[in-house]
């Protein structure tokens, strides 16, 4: 009874706090505070210091947000720690009903958080669309879900049986990233949520608002308070949380640095955790390949959201036969791509996240050339005129020329500069694709689909595509092999990750413990 009246009086809470949301503007969720704790908006109570966040639009400020202390990390984590009880105890029907109406009221409000998400990110509108499609997606499918975790019944010898159940974990520390704030936020979300566990999540510093307002959604769609969580700060807020020793599970998407300090901070806790970290990955092009698809898929895994994607396939080997006629084609399409205020529809390149690493990137681009590079086209910052000019906007890279020992071919770069490199055979372009240390993902273009499939299984990825590139469906594992991380998020894979086993043996006879018994 006690859990039926908690749960309903959090969905009268939030039908009272709908109609005040509903009507928040993108500027108001902007304008703070910050943090989301226990169900409201706050500023941390023991913050010393404040980190900016600049709109890559318009290299502007566009907050000063407050760094949330451990003491903050602390409270957040026992929000979320007392709030587990009540919503591991609801049923999957119950917590996939509540993320079921979480879905539907992004989509109501998807086309603001697009335009926040261009605000806080830099990526053209259209592409900020697309990415709210999928967070949709992802709420929409764990909310489908979710009445389907369930363990399993096992019959035993002499009447005997045992069951093995699938329990929440507890409270989950989640870091995430700034290149797709919220899709990353919700790939973590929604699937622990589902599975009952609580959540306290530390976004970047560089992109750090959809998170907070999803906090918002949430509550209306009727998660109850503590549930959900989001502290904002810079190394040490995510320091704090790793090593919290109230949460039970960590998962991070990120660099390789940085996910390696996640990871130690597990293994003091002896902590379940998850990594998606970084990529150099290749898409290999064959030469009996569509070639108006091929290029399309080479423009995908190059240049979304300004190149700055861990899956992208920056390494593109393409097939002598082939070679000439995709390089001009896929030169004129990079020529092609229209660079400017992200806000308009028709631009297809938009900001780079920040000053810092748009040099970075041209850096890269500098260092291939010296060492014998062809730039083909690009790799330049252009000026977009009017309330961008303070933005930095890089011209799509074109490499060729290449060889594969080259920084720019070796380390991953995050920003849009493709290398072009030639092979002949497919034993050689599986060997030089595999010469990676990471793993994460990879992709093969060919109108055979027997070599296509063959290629796939023989690269070293955990996500691979035929004959497209970067798509990631929520219903479809998604992660990498070696130092691209472990673990996986979405599909039914996340759920692994977001539960552990319990198993009950129960005994219908007398207790049989042989000799240890004397009548």
Known sequence: YCLIHFYKRMLNASKILSSSFRSMSVEAWVNGPYNWVNGRRCDPTHSKTNFSNIEPRTGQLLASIPTSSAEDVNTAVESARAAFPAWSSLSGMERGRILTRAAQILRERSEDLAKLDVRDNGKPIWEARVDMDTVIGCFEYYGGVAP????????????????????????????GAWNYPLQTCSWKVAPALACGNTFVYKPSPLAPLAAVVLGEILQEAGVPDGVYNVVQG??????????????DKLSFTGSVPTGVKIMQAGAK??????????GKSPLIVFDDANLKNAVKGALMANFLTQGEVCSNGTRVFVQSGIYNEFLQCFIEQAKKMKIGDPMDDSTTVGATISEDHAKKVLGYVKSAVDEGAVLECGGERVEVPGSCQGGWFLSPAVLTNCSDDMRA????????????????TEEEVISRANATEFGLAGGVFSSDVTRAHRVVNQIQ????????????????????????????ENGLAA??????????????????????WQE
Request: with cysteine.
């Open 409 to 424: 071919v070796k380390e991953e770069i995050f920003g849009s500069v493709a290398a072009i490199l030639k092979f002949d």
């Open 148 to 175: 389907s975790i369930v363990g399993h019944h096992v019959k035993l010898p002499a009447g005997s049986w045992g069951f093995a159940s699938r329990e929440p974990l507890g409270v989950v520390g989640g870091v």
């Open 234 to 247: 810079e190394g040490e807020t995510g320091a704090a949380l790793a090593n919290h020793p109230g949460c």
């Open 269 to 278: 806790g002896i902590k379940n955790v998850t990594l998606e970290l970084g």
């Open 461 to 488: 990825a955990g996500t691979t595509w035929i004959n497209t590139f970067n798509l990631a469906p929520a219903e479809l594992p998604f992660g990498g092999y070696k130092a691209s991380g472990i673990g996986r």
């Open 495 to 516: 759920i692994e990750h977001y539960t552990q086993y319990k198993t009950v043996y129960v005994e219908m006879n007398d207790v049989d413990c042989g000799p240890l």
